[in-house]
DNA sequence: CGTGTAAGGAATTCTGACACG
DNA sequence: CGTGTAAGGAATTCTGACACG
């Protein structure tokens, strides 16, 4: 039921790591948490816990920042890509459940 | 050139993190480690840091340790493992070796 | 706006050792 | 042999704030 995520997608890595991997100061990642374009895990402790999407996305990000992009609009660009995903999800549903309603039950939703 | 790993393969988890991921206590994690079962990586202030093929081994190593296999004979299945796998990419090598020199140079080491 | 930094505290991790069995 | 635990210290992370611009 759940998608059941790829370890891409899992949020295993500590702030620490992902400074060294992405070359981005903790400053700087925790801001952009903070402007909602990122959005990290916590541990029990309260640690954050970030995975390597987000480490993708950080780059992305600090790329962005360099061409003089504010978070505002980075934020307002994720949020039009992550809509248009969306529809595009919603459509593929739609899509399969004509033919499920033609053909009858199918595998793989 | 060098096998550039995927992300299964990156050591960027920390101890409390597999923990949580395997069960295991630290302390069974880090004695693994003694016996040479797990080579975790070591951050610059001395953590160590291990990747998610690690933790997949690690839960293989706790199940034979609860059939009652000891970390000795664990160490050896895997060291056998390793020869024939070393064995299997020799001669793999060797026939590509002979198809370059009677075909000609191709992609894909 | 985006980032550096010093501050103080809490959570995390490390090693070596004693214990049990 | 495999694991728990208390001990002391060092590295890691957290938050809120001041600074600059």
Redesign the interface.
Known sequence: MAKDMS??D?K???I??VR??TGLSERQIRYYEERKLIFPER?AGGSR?FS?TDVELLMDIANKIEDGIQTHEIRKEMLREQKKQNQDEIRRKMIQGQLNAQFGIRRNS
């Open positions: 370890y891409k899992k295993v890595i500590t620490g790591i060294d991997l541990s816990k390597f």
